[in-house]
């Protein structure tokens, strides 16, 4: 009677290559779990050009499919959306490329679940064994942006592992479609008012995800397009 029913959004571009394994591997995790929680992997298909889909249901995740790419951005909004629509009591978001470990996901449900946070931030630089130093200086060098452009301090603004409560699911918005949405979804949940909070977790690096992974030039477009936002809004 007291079960939480989490939903964990997976936002996919292209990644037949390893999404079977990804969801078959949090299924087992999650599993652990079920006598508190009913946890549902919801795939949102951006777009791919690959058979992602097909892969993902192979996996057994609910799968929705949008027919052209929206950016990362855009396809959290979906799963969040679905999740709200469904009256999830929490979701989750985690990469498609296995960079975050499920069992870390699974930790940061039960610390959400335990606590007053709205928005969990799974931060990879907490503990930053495993990473780059390229990757650390990128990633500190964005927090250090969010923390200049919005006033929020956090370690890993970048990180995509992230658990949210009703409250986030059902008021959380957010207008980036692109990867700079990380840094402003942080934002809009200071504006609204919520509990904001990070957690240690690992970074998983392959080779594959190391070649599916941001660089930081692609971290200098994040940056410029938070300031042209951060700047319109400011005159509007």
Known sequence: ????????????????AVIESVIKKAKKVFSKAKKD??????????????????????GGAIVIDHILNSGAGGATLTGLAYAQQRGYDIAATMDADGQHDPEDVLAGIRQ?????????IGSRLINSEGMSRTK??????????TYALFGINV????????VYSRKAIDNLDWKSTGYEFCSEMIWRAKQAGMVISEYPIKAIYTDYSRAKGQ?????????KRLFKQRLTELFE
């Open 1 to 16: 009677m007291n079960m939480k029913r989490v939903c964990v959004i997976i936002p996919a571009y292209n990644e037949a």
């Open 37 to 58: 929680y009913l946890i549902d992997i919801v795939l949102v298909n951006d777009g791919s050009k690959d058979n992602t889909l097909d892969q993902a249901q192979k």
């Open 112 to 120: 959400s679940d335990k606590s007053n946070t709205d928005l969990l």
């Open 136 to 145: 650390v200086l990128g990633n500190k060098g964005l927090s250090f942006i």
């Open 155 to 162: 370690t890993d603004s970048q990180s995509g592992l992230r």
């Open 215 to 223: 660089n930081n030039w692609n971290a200098i477009n994040i940056v």
